[in-house]
């Protein structure tokens, strides 16, 4: 039977390396295909890895909190009989003459602070994974006095920035602390909760001038991909303001009947824009090289907000999903993206997106472009404003969206049109029922 490696795999478009969170199997477990064989955090969630081969697990050769970079071989699977030797020497080989990664010189650390986790690699479209023997051991912060008092064991702490920074602050140990947020996190009201004293903004401790906080994954990777989309690619803007009375009222009509999921304004976006790119196929696309890929299917990214960065989960062939579904699959892909529950599939592979800021009350924004996407539509809020039409002055609903476009891809006519029939579907919603 054949050897099958194990590698850690590209499970987003951004990943460039993985934290390997943990082994569902040990050493010498039988292993059929489509069987899990571990978790891996990547910048985006935690997604469990399937084995594409039958065997026995034979060998584990990245154990469990180790960053891999993608591709790097990380297990063996192979029947008992096999002999896997030259392969096991070849991958101690590879570790063995690989450059020692440089020591950072220390870092002051500001009175009162405790030290977090050294940052993880980020990762970046454009960038090739490293090789396998460039695996740098990952550096942790020694436990506070307090958790060796208690005898709390030492490991993966999930908190908010902000909750880090005021038990750091305050000389708690966050691994006595039960979470509260998705997943688990730990968020500030734990923290106050446990009885956490936070010092006011205006009156900071003696003697802390400032503080610097490693960045989390996410924002590593956000740090990475938005100079390779903001920079190199020609951004232009187009906006319009909606009348979304008619949508607002519907809206409303169709959350109050009984089985039907709750609808979202964003809902009625989602499918607005999942039309109009069937009928702007050119707005549905990305540079390609030397092409332009134009893409026939409506894949449509969703920004979620996150404690501690952005992730835009994909919702797939939205043109052919009625608003109930939208409605539905969208919110369970939002409540997953912040437990980091998504599956590889929906990290990636989105040929447009949403970003909308309308719960906080935002009037109107641009979005950088998500590469290799050619466009991406900012949504502010509904907001009761002053309307003069034909029958005089008034009160209505209004709102902004603002379309950002890869100029390489589309010009501005292009864009104006698309947004132009955006706003048509939303000013007309029942045309989205159909």
Known sequence: MAVTKVVMPKLSDAMESGKLIKWLKKEGDRIQGGDILAEVETDKA???????????????????????PIGSLIGVIAEPSDDISALL???AAGAATAP???????????AGAAAGPAPRPASGPAAAPPPAAAVRPAVVASPPAAAVASGAAPGRVKASPLAKKIAAQSGVDLRLIQGSGPGGRIVRRDVEAAGVATAPATAPAVGVEFEDVSLTPIRATIARRMPLSKAPVPHFYVTSEVGMDRAWELREELNTLEGQPKISVNDFVIRACALALLKHPGVNASLQGDAIRVYHRAHIGIAVALDDGLITPVLRDCHAKPLAQIAVEARDLAERARNRKLRAPELSGATFSIS???MFDVAEFSAIINPPEGAILAVGSVRRVPVVDDTGLGVGRRMNMTLSCDHRVMDGAMGARFLQ???RLLEEPLRLLV
């Open 46 to 68: 935690d997604v469990e890895m399937e084995a594409f081969g039958a065997g026995v697990l034979r060998k584990i050769l990245a154990p469990a909190g180790a960053t891999v």
């Open 89 to 91: 020497a070849s991958a």
């Open 100 to 110: 020692a990664a440089p020591t950072p010189p220390p870092r002051p650390e500001p």
């Open 356 to 358: 909308n800021l309308g």
């Open 421 to 423: 029939d955006v706003k």
